[in-house]
């Protein structure tokens, strides 16, 4: 077996690839403000992935089952070039004074997903979320700019909303893929994952190859 | 983004070694390696329907939670932690600053040789895994090229992961 290279002792160590089993494990956080679809995605994801593909949903919640720590859903997508490759999915708790735990949740991701909420009276609390997100990746050493990274506006179905293109304008970083949600009903939920999940795989392909 | 984590298979042979032995040694009923971000590493034991992947993910935020703690108090860390049941018991601890030794004891041992047994098994594994930093920083020095699995990875073998 080749050895292998690292270019970084891993202060951000992130994707971990097992050559004694032959694993690559990613990890994906999903970002957002309080009720805005994080764990509702988790749950989707979780309730429609068959039994062989997923591990238990671990969700971390208070009595009125508000996101305490985290929700963890690890998936089994398959093989690429022998090699198993599992997702991590987790999310954050989304209320503004749990920051410390989601700094915590953010130390080792390799793909994020910000959820948005739609609704018009929530602007302020996505931009504010958004911001967050930005900081507390900086602080671990990330740069959103450079993250694999995907906007999934949450809720399109109410009738309070914001328009698409509004929203974007105003939560777009980078030009990043953007889908429209119906999180409790799936809409957008998998177009959301797989395209972050592509992300991090072709980030590995410029890493790995490079 | 920075390229990722490896675990070269001597090393990983040698782990495993290493904990099986614990294993034995403490009495123990399952030992388990994890990285701080929630990773198995290795693992050993006679719970076989452990799921092992949520133990993962949970040790590696109960660290990462009293971590956050112990900066809070001006502490660097608090290195040990030991959970006790009415059956089973948690031991867990830091090894080489970035990996989590869990492990799982009932009254078939004690806290006391517990603590003995990991203290010999993490002098060993402390020096497995400066081997491992050690041969990475040798093979960036001499420029060696990683043999990645996802060098050659297209878009099409990505698509059929998700169909």
New interface residues.
């Given amino acids: 077996?080749?050895?292998?290279?690292?270019?970084?002792?891993?202060i951000?160590?992130?994707?971990?690839?097992?050559?004694?089993?032959r694993e690559?494990?990613c990890?994906i956080v999903y970002y957002g403000p309080g009720l805005g679809g994080k764990t509702t995605n988790l749950q989707y994801i979780y309730d429609t992935t068959a039994a062989q593909s997923k591990?238990?949903l671990?969700s971390?919640a208070t009595e009125t089952d508000r996101t305490l720590?985290?929700d963890?859903l690890?998936l089994d997508?398959?093989t690429?070039?022998?090699?198993k490759?599992r997702f991590?999915l987790y999310t954050v708790p989304g209320q503004v004074f749990y920051d410390?735990?989601r700094?915590?949740?953010l130390?080792?991701v390799?793909g994020m997903v910000f959820v948005a909420d739609s609704q018009r009276e929530r602007m302020d609390a996505n931009i504010e979320a958004l911001f967050n997100l930005e900081a507390n990746l900086k602080q671990h050493g990330?740069d959103l700019m450079?993250?694999?990274y995907v906007l999934q506006l949450n809720k399109r179905d109410l009738p309070n909303v914001v328009s698409a293109s509004d929203l974007t304008a105003e939560l777009s970083r980078k030009g990043e893929p953007v889908f429209e949600g119906v999180a409790n009903r799936g809409v957008g939920v998998?177009d959301t994952l797989?395209a972050v999940?592509?992300q991090v795989?072709?980030?590995?392909?410029k890493?790995?190859?490079g | 983004?920075?390229?990722?984590?490896?675990?070269?298979?001597q090393e990983?042979?040698q782990l495993k070694r290493v904990i099986t032995r614990l294993c034995a040694d403490a009495n123990a009923k399952f030992v388990f390696l994890v990285?701080?971000?929630?990773?198995q590493?290795a693992a050993h034991g006679e719970m076989l329907n452990l799921?092992t992947?949520?133990l993962a993910?949970?040790t590696a935020?109960n660290v990462?939670?009293t971590?956050?703690l112990a900066h809070l108090i001006g502490e660097r860390g608090f290195p040990v932690l030991s959970h006790e049941g009415e059956r089973d018991n948690l031991h867990i601890s830091i090894v080489a600053t970035?990996v989590i030794l869990v492990i799982i004891f009932d009254e078939r041992s004690s806290l006391g040789l517990v603590r003995l047994r990991v203290k010999r098994a993490t002098a060993e594994m402390n020096s497995i895994f400066e081997v491992i930093?050690t041969?990475?920083?040798r093979?960036?020095d001499m420029g060696?090229?990683?043999?990645?699995?996802?060098?050659?990875?297209t878009?099409e073998?990505?698509?059929?992961?998700?169909n």
């Fill in positions: 077996m080749q050895p292998p290279r690292r270019s970084d002792k891993g951000r160590a992130l994707t971990f690839i097992n050559y004694a089993s690559i494990n990890k591990g238990k671990i971390l720590f985290f963890f690890p997508l398959g690429v070039r022998g090699f490759t991590h410390a735990s700094k915590l949740i130390k080792g390799d990330y450079k993250v694999p998998f797989k999940a592509k795989l072709l980030e590995l392909r890493n790995g190859g | 983004m920075s390229t990722p984590v490896v675990l070269y298979e990983y042979e990285d701080k971000n929630g990773q590493i799921d992947t949520s993910s949970l935020g990462a939670a971590d956050g970035r930093d041969k990475v920083d093979e960036r060696i090229a990683l043999d990645s699995p996802f060098a050659e990875i878009e073998d990505i698509d059929a992961l998700f």
